[in-house]
């Protein structure tokens, strides 16, 4: 006689339905345990706990006809969803079913398009709407209104006041919003974690008195140009804020010390901080951010110009910041060699040097930079003039894994330091403008570092950007043999270069001035960026200039310049009035562009 097995009947009955059944409700709790373990807080603003409420019951029946897709555990149908291009294709997967939508609508909602003013009006719609599907108002997490900063004001902002599960405020450039705006949004808002309100002019220590009042979890601000902001609001801000890890404070003019050093004590996890021209902050501020900022990863304090060597000289005895990665401190005048070498015996892993416009610097800094070696990837010493070639020739030697150098106005350097420069095997971005003896051995050098027989051969040159205005020695030839043998160009300015902004074939393929040069100026523009990099090396490999003996220009030293060749530069630079003042036109405002590095230098 057969023996029943109720038993195995049992368990496989049990485990479809515990399958089929309880898929749905598993989506309130599996959501939020998937999205919540991740490390990324940006992700952790998909999760649909929110939702918990919304789910909808159904007859066992009902699940049954429901398509095995359907019944995918909520994390895998999020993770596939998340993979979508555009929201149209979110929107779509909405329609599908009941389940789809509730796993699709955090995604669609989590940062709602606001790029247009047709989009914020159906983003305000549904917001406002009490009775919808989904309590829209709940899910976003991340709204941004810099596009349309020109139409955002007091009133715009409104119907966003109800949103208090925003995480990341952005409103860059949104001139017209005042206190008054931007304090409603802050009010309540005790998730958010990242507000940027560069530009509005109008906000005061108002605003960011609600920020310390109500967004204590609040990790990174960016106030740039808010020139109305005082200590008072700041340190109050340091003081309740205790996880900010990101500070930006460019032309805060009314910043001083106190603020600052307020900051340093009361935000342990401080990562990176931006005092641009912040001209009150003096040596006490930068001494107390990296003495307690022991995760500090960026500092910049560009034209700070009252910060002197103590600032660094003052740092304890005996301790190393290896955190730190980025310094930048650009036309911090009072600054020598003293300075330079504390800095690099406090801070061995620095890989972003800015020393752009420390005037007082000499070989002796440069050589202390060496002791950075492998770490070194970035090192601006723009109008450091002292500079000489002993100190490039050592620099290259023993940090060869600089990938970006800007050496403008080191008129002291010639052919000797491009030659060793051109042996980096890393080398992308390299600045040069107004390095008057330079010439074409210079040029040649680069060109045919990567074709030069060597113990181990290279690759192509890996040249992107090359800065030679005003190196007024260069020809034709040169740049023409530099355009063929760096494949990846995709700047290359010569502005003040006799022979290319003189050449009216040639300059048909650069792009135009900014529009506030002077018509002088307009006239010796020559900046060509882009496709026209490559269509002025086809028009010259097309009708090619005469060739010379490449290895007797490269090699051989003891040929003569013109005699005239001195004259020449004096004349010329005389003429466009850029002499021998450093404060004058460089490579960054001719090529109409500033001077942040941002990750440049990764990679």
Known sequence: MDRPRPSMLVVSESTSVSSSSSSPERAVYDDTDFFTAQRNDSQSSLGVASLGDMTMSSSLADERRISPISRLPPELLIYSFSKLGSSADLRNCMLVSKTWSRNCVDLLWHRPLCNTWPNLLNVVSSVRKEDGYYPYFALVKRLNLSNLSDQISDGTVQPFVHCKRIERLTL????????????????????????????????????????????????????????????????SMAKNCRYLKRLKLNNCSLVTDESITSVARHCPSMLEIDLHNCRQITDESITALISHGKQLRELRVAHCSLITDQAFLELPKHLAFDSLRILDLTACFQLHDEAVEKIVDTSPRLRNLVLAKCREITDRSVLAITKLGKNLHYIHLGHCAQITDSAVVQLVKTCNRIRYIDLACCHRLTDTSVKQLATLPKLRRIGLVKCQAITDR????????????????????????????????????????????CPKLTHLSLTGVQAFFLREDLILYCREAPPEFTDHQRNMFCVFSGEGVNRLRNRLNADPPPLYDTEGTMYDDHDGEDGDADQQVTGLMNATGLGADDDDMNEEDEAGEGSQYGGEADG
Do not use: F, M
């Open 172 to 235: 860059t450039g949104c001139t017209k919003l005042t206190d008054h705006g931007v304090v409603a949004l802050v009010t309540g808002s005790n998730s958010l974690l990242a507000l940027d309100i560069t530009g509005l002019e109008a906000v005061t220590d108002h605003t960011l008195n609600a920020v310390a009042e109500h967004c204590h979890r609040l990790q990174g601000l960016n106030i740039t140009d808010c020139s109305k902001v005082t200590d008072e609001s700041l340190s």
């Open 442 to 485: 210079s040029i040649l050098a680069l060109a045919k570092a990567s074709i030069e027989p060597r113990q181990k051969p290279l690759g192509p040159s890996l040249l992107e950007r090359v800065h030679l205005s005003y190196c007024v020695h260069l020809t034709v030839q040169g740049i023409h043999a530099l355009l063929n043998q």
